[in-house]
C-alpha cells in the first residue's frame, strides 16, 4: 500500500518484574529485546529523517523513550573529506553510547565500533542499532576517505557512500555536562530511601538497592548508560515527580509540539482499554520492586502515559473497528466539506448528520466468496464422505 514509504515498527519489550510468593527475578529478556531495540531505533531514526514514515506501533509506543531533543542533538553527520583523527572519532563514538570492542576475538555487535589499523589506512567499524549491517569508515592521514556498509559474513562492501548520519546507541543519551548533576540526584534519592527502608526494618532490600545503584552510578559515570538506565529516566530528564514523559509520539513531531500526523488505532475497542489500563498496571509492577528493593522510587516516572496525557498530544486520529464502543464515537472527528475538526466533547452530528462513523466493507486479501450450496440433511454422513474421499 505504501511502496515508496519508510515502513517501521514499534515493539513491545519484555519488561522486568519480582514475584515475592516464588521469590523469582525477572530481568529483562536482552537476547530478545536488541532486536526489538533495533526496530524502534530504525523507527525514530526514519521519523528524524523524513516525511512519510508509518510507523506500526503496539500501545507501548505510550511509554518514555529518551529525550527526542537529545537524541537528535547528539546525531553526527560525516562526509568523506572531512578532517577526522581516529582519538577524534573515538571520542564522539563513546560520547553517543558506542561502546568500543577491545578484544581481538570479541564480536561487534550493535552499538559498538572496533578500531582496525592496517599499512596504509585506520578503520574504524561501527554497527548502528538501527543499520542491519556494520558501516565502515577509512581514514588516512587524519582525513575521512570513504564510507561504505559491510557485510561481515561475507566481507563484501556496498557502494561507496559519500555521507552517513550517526545517531546515538542508546534513546537515553545525555550531555556529559549533565550527567554529573543527574547522578547527584540520584545519589541523593538513593540516601532517602536506604534511611527509610532501614528504618521499616527492611535491611536486606536497603543492601540491594544500595549495592545495585552505586554500580549503576559507576556505569553512568563512566560510560553514560547503565543497564536499565530507563529506570533513572527522570534523573536524567530533570522532569518533576509525576510529570509526563517523552514518548514515541514526541519523535513525529520532532520535540516541536506540531500535530501534523495521522494516528490510525486499530481495533480500537480492544486497544482502548489497554490504553486505559498500562498505567495502572505498571504503577503495581514498579511498587513491588522498589518495595524489595530493586528500583529507586523515582522507577515509578519511567511509565506509559496516563489517558489524559496521551489524548493531549495526539491530533487526527481514525479509529477502526468492527464493534466501536462509546469513547471511540464520542472522539469521532466531524468532516465538513473540504476541511474537518473535532467533535464537540461528547461526540454528537454536525448540522448535515454526520456523527464521524463511517462504515468500511473491504476484503483487502482479494478473494472472491465461496460459493454456498446448500444440501438436505439426509444422509449427510455419507455425502461428507464421499466430499472427503479422493
Known amino acids: 500500500c505504501f511502496p515508496l514509504h519508510a515502513a517501521e515498527a514499534e515493539p513491545s519489550l519484555q519488561p522486568e518484574a519480582y514475584m515475592p510468593s516464588s521469590d523469582t527475578y525477572i530481568a529483562k529478556t536482552t537476547s530478545i529485546n536488541d532486536e526489538l531495540d533495533a526496530l524502534r531505533h ?123 548520519n550517526v545517531y546515538p546507541a542508546r534513546h537515553h543519551v ?8 543527574a547522578c547527584l540526584n540520584i545519589e541523593q534519592e538513593l540516601e532517602e530511601h536506604v534511611r527509610a527502608l532501614r528504618a521499616d526494618g527492611q ?25 536499565g538506565v530507563e529506570n533513572y529516566s527522570r534523573h536524567l530528564s530533570f522532569r518533576d515527580a509525576g510529570d509526563a514523559p517523552e514518548t514515541l509520539l514526541e519523535y513525529f513531531t520532532r520535540g516541536e509540539g506540531a500535530k501534523d500526523w495521522l494516528l490510525v488505532v486499530d481495533e480500537s475497542h480492544v486497544s482502548l482499554p489497554q490504553l486505559r489500563g498500562m498505567y495502572n498496571a505498571d504503577r503495581s509492577r514498579k511498587a513491588t520492586l522498589i518495595k524489595h528493593g530493586f528500583r529507586l522510587p523515582s522507577a515509578l516516572d519511567n511509565r506509559p502515559l496516563r489517558e489524559e496525557e496521551f489524548w493531549s498530544k495526539i491530533g487526527a486520529t481514525l479509529f477502526v473497528s468492527a464493534t466501536p464502543g462509546p469513547k471511540e464515537e464520542n472522539l469521532a472527528a466531524v468532516v465538513e466539506g473540504e476541511g474537518g475538526k473535532k467533535a464537540e466533547e461528547g461526540g454528537g452530528e454536525d448540522e448535515e448528520g454526520n456523527d464521524g462513523v463511517v462504515e468500511m466493507i473491504i476484503r483487502p486479501t ?25
Request: include cysteine.
Open 42 to 164: 530504525r523507527a525514530t531514526k526514519s521519523l528524524f529523517e523524513r516525511e512519510d514514515v508509518v510507523v506500526v506501533s503496539t500501545v507501548s509506543c505510550i511509554y518514555g523513550l529518551g529525550l527526542p531533543a537529545n537524541y537528535l542533538k547528539a546525531r553526527l553527520t560525516l562526509r568523506v573529506g572531512d578532517e577526522l583523527s581516529i582519538e577524534r572519532i573515538s571520542t564522539l563514538l563513546r560520547d553517543i553510547l558506542y561502546v568500543e570492542c577491545e578484544g581481538a576475538g570479541e564480536e561487534l555487535e550493535r552499538g559498538t565500533y572496533r578500531v582496525c589499523h592496517s599499512y596504509f589506512s585506520t578503520d574504524v567499524l561501527f554497527w548502528p542499532p538501527y543499520e542491519v549491517r556494520p558501516i565502515r569508515l577509512q581514514l588516512s592521514d587524519g582525513v575521512l576517505v570513504g564510507i561504505s556498509s559491510v557485510d561481515t559474513s561475507l566481507h563484501a562492501e556496498s557502494e561507496p557512500l559519500s555521507c552517513v
Open 174 to 181: 545525555m550531555p556529559k555536562s549533565q550527567m554529573e548533576a
Open 203 to 227: 535491611h536486606d532490600a536497603a543492601s540491594r538497592i544500595e549495592l545495585r545503584t552505586k554500580e549503576d552510578l559507576i556505569h553512568l559515570r563512566e560510560s553514560g548508560v547503565c543497564a
Open 366 to 390: 482479494g478473494i472472491l466468496d465461496p460459493e454456498i450450496e446448500v444440501k438436505p440433511t439426509k444422509d449427510q454422513l455419507n455425502v461428507m464422505l464421499e466430499e472427503v474421499t479422493p
